[in-house]
């Protein structure tokens, strides 16, 4: 009698783990697909009222002032004359081809969540997938340990990597350049 009460709790503690797991992994993927949970915003000047990120509008990106060529350097090399950091970001290749944004002095990040200065939706686009930043006066890509991985000129990229003007750049289905 004891052996079998004993097989019965060990039968439905393997089902508690075995759904825990598949709970762990259903919560994984969706905010992997989904992004993180919308946050309440903190009541505006007393009204009472809380807006939630979920149902507000997006606001619109302030637009990026182009960035004044930095003495150029770095790297271990020198630049040539006139050669200063890319200015602005062109989409080459997928759902957002043709589209051009004017790159500040700050990080861009690209991603499918909401939070990215950048935002790209296809399946091979983590939610917080990579960062463009200006560094030395050299525009620098870092992975941000995607699933799928970041591509320079089809090197795939693990370090923060240098990008040079021109060079194609490739996040899921889009590829881009930095241009002047």
Request: a positive charge; zero cysteines.
């Amino acid at each position: 009698m004891t052996s079998e009460l004993t097989l019965l709790a060990l039968r439905f503690g393997f089902l508690a783990v075995l759904w825990l797991f598949v709970f762990a992994i259903v919560f994984a993927l969706r905010s992997d697909l989904f992004g993180q949970r919308a946050r309440k915003l903190p009541t505006d000047g007393g009204s009472g009222q809380a807006q939630s990120t979920a149902t507000a509008p997006p606001a619109p990106a302030a637009p990026r002032a182009p960035v004044t060529p930095a003495p150029a350097g770095g790297a271990g090399r020198p630049a040539p004359a006139g050669d200063g950091p890319a200015s602005r970001l062109v989409i080459t290749k997928g759902a957002k081809a043709g589209l051009e944004m004017p790159l500040g002095d700050g990080p861009l990040t690209i991603g499918r969540s909401q939070e990215s200065a950048l935002v790209i939706r296809d399946d091979y686009t983590s939610t917080h997938h990579a960062r463009l930043m200006l560094w030395n006066g050299r525009w620098v890509v870092q992975d941000l340990d995607s699933t799928n991985g970041t591509f320079l000129a089809g090197e795939r990229v693990t370090v923060p990597t240098p990008v040079p003007v021109g060079a194609t750049v490739t996040i899921g289905q889009t590829s881009f350049e930095l241009r002047r």
